[in-house]
Structures are given as structure tokens and as C-alpha cells.
């Protein structure tokens, strides 16, 4: 049942503090330490799209592991697997620029899990969002 198909290969998992600007295909062992929803609208009542319009959630979570902490930005049914406490895997995960600062984000080639409680206490100290980069275009002459 553990046997890997051919062709595939073992995630490699990464820490926070080791994520940059512009990184994907990131695998991560999280807790959620907060979550509060940014964005919250349709759904309710007949849209352009009928009755059955989809409902549009964001919600920016603070989630970190032992070496730091990062901003998540859960879209919709992710909303729902990142309360505050709780132990997720993210896999296949991309660090999104948001307003100069990183934001981490699974789009739908992602995946969330929730798992069972990890045993490592969140660095608050460090978080990454808060740094803000710039770009800076090099002429070589």
C-alpha cells in the first residue's frame, strides 16, 4: 500500500523561513495560528449566474511552523480547513507577491490536509509577510 507508482518521487518538504518571492511547488507542515476572512461575497439569492452562483470566500491566515510565520491566503473551500489551531499539510504551494510582501497561496493544481496535531510550538518572531522586497532591474554595461 506504501509502494510509490513509477515515475513518481518523494515530496520534499520545506520550512518557512526558507521560502523567497516567486518560489512554487513547495511542500509544507503548518499550524494555523489565526484566520479571519478579508473577502466575502455572492451566493446568496439569483446572480447573473441563477440561483446557484458561487460564493466567493478569502481569508488571510497566519500560519507558521517552527521557523517562522507566513501569511496563507485561503480561497473559498480552503477557508473552511484553516481555523485557527489546527495542523494542515499544504502541498504543491506557490508564494504569491502581494503589495511588495509574500503570501503564501494553493491554487488548484494544490492541496490542502488536515492532519493530526503537530508537536512543534510556531516562531512568532519571524514573520515573513512583513518583510517587503522590491524589484531592482540590474544594467550590465
Known sequence: M??????????????????????????LTLKVVDSKIVVQRGGIGGGRDGPQSRQTRIAECLVGD??????????????????AGAT????????????GSM????DKWGRIE???PA??????????SLVE??????VEE
Open 103 to 106: 503570501r503564501l497561496a494553493v
Open 88 to 99: 494542515v499539510i499544504v502541498r504543491n504551494a506557490k508564494i504569491d507577491m502581494f503589495k
Open 133 to 138: 522586497f522590491e524589484l531592482v532591474t540590474v
Open 2 to 27: 506504501a509502494e510509490s507508482k513509477p515515475g513518481q518521487r518523494k515530496a520534499v518538504f520545506t520550512k518557512v523561513d526558507q521560502l523567497r518571492p516567486n518560489s512554487n511547488g513547495l511542500n
Open 114 to 116: 488536515v492532519v493530526e
Open 66 to 83: 517552527e521557523t517562522g510565520m507566513i501569511v496563507f491566503t485561503a480561497r473559498n473551500e480552503q477557508v473552511d480547513l484553516m481555523k
Open 119 to 128: 508537536d512543534f510550538t510556531v516562531k512568532e518572531d519571524n514573520n515573513l
